[in-house]
């Protein structure tokens, strides 16, 4: 079992860029693939942003070019790089781990993000 802490949500100013982190803690980092995913308002949970253990990434079409995904398997961290942030991009964002064998789920708290001039 693993457990997830997100940080470094906030406001930002559209075109602005935030960082989000997340920590995880409890069991083999590296036999999870890490993701984030974000919930607006109204909406369903959607994916954001996927890494695999390998470092293989991929990306929802509407954050390509301008998010980028990272893991430190050395520290146990997942990252979540924003640049050009829009106002649609406004929503909670949850870190996901999914085992490699299993694939069972594990969330994250929920960190706010809310892009908005």
């Known amino acids: 079992q693993v457990q997830l802490v997100e940080s470094g949500g906030g406001l930002v100013q559209p075109g602005g860029s935030l960082r989000l982190s997340c920590a995880a803690s409890g069991s083999i980092f590296s036999i999870y693939t890490m993701a984030w995913y974000r919930q607006a308002p109204g909406k369903q949970r959607e994916l954001v942003a996927a890494v695999t253990s390998g470092g293989s990434t991929n990306y929802a079409d509407s954050v390509k070019g301008r998010f980028t995904i990272s893991r430190d398997n050395a520290k146990n961290t997942v990252n979540l790089q924003m640049n050009s942030l829009k106002p649609e991009d406004t929503a909670v964002y949850y870190c996901?781990?999914?085992?490699?064998?299993?694939?069972?789920?594990?969330w994250g708290q929920g960190t706010q993000v809310t892009v908005s001039s």
């Open positions: 996901n781990a999914r085992h490699v064998w299993t694939q069972k789920d594990y």
